[in-house]
């Protein structure tokens, strides 16, 4: 397994994707704000999965995160917004499975060092 974050053009398409999920979490939480009391927590979760989508921290798990919510609307919604939940949770989708990129707090607080791991690998410390 080789862990890294991409720079580059493919870092910078990251953030760009990381953008378009980050823009797609408002409207996709509307849907979720039926219920009287869930407009202002709907509106938080939003702000929160965003912000955290743009600056690249957790992402992996924010972006899961929003694409359950995304599914979570396919079944509170009418069919107009179908299209446009399915686009949202796929780009999410890609975030989870590629990560954040070079352009992230992930990055900058894990390192972007390569490291494999394997039985016999130096990065694994001496047997005992």
């Given at each position: 397994?080789?862990?890294?974050?991409?720079?580059g053009?493919?870092?910078?398409?990251?953030?760009?994707l990381?953008?378009?999920?980050?823009?797609?979490?408002?409207?996709?939480?509307?849907?979720?704000?039926?219920?009287?009391?869930?407009?202002?927590?709907?509106?938080?979760?939003?702000?929160?999965?965003?912000?955290?989508?743009?600056?690249?921290?957790?992402?992996?798990?924010?972006?899961?995160?929003?694409?359950?919510?995304?599914?979570?609307?396919?079944?509170?919604?009418?069919?107009?917004?179908?299209?446009?939940?399915?686009?949202?949770?796929?780009?999410?989708?890609?975030?989870?499975?590629?990560?954040?990129?070079?352009?992230?707090?992930?990055?900058?607080?894990?390192?972007?060092?390569?490291?494999?791991?394997?039985?016999?690998?130096?990065?694994?410390?001496?047997?005992?």
């Amino acid at each position: 397994m080789v862990l890294r974050y991409p720079d580059g053009s493919a870092g910078l398409a990251l953030l760009l994707l990381r953008t378009s999920c980050a823009l797609s979490a408002c409207p996709a939480l509307v849907y979720l704000r039926r219920a009287p009391g869930a407009a202002n927590a709907a509106t938080i979760i939003a702000a929160i999965i965003a912000l955290a989508l743009v600056v690249g921290f957790g992402t992996r798990m924010v972006a899961l995160l929003l694409v359950a919510l995304l599914v979570a609307d396919l079944f509170a919604t009418d069919c107009k917004q179908v299209h446009f939940l399915l686009t949202s949770a796929g780009g999410a989708g890609a975030v989870v499975l590629l990560g954040a990129g070079a352009y992230s707090l992930d990055c900058r607080w894990h390192g972007r060092r390569v490291i494999r791991l394997g039985l016999r690998s130096s990065d694994r410390g001496t047997p005992h």
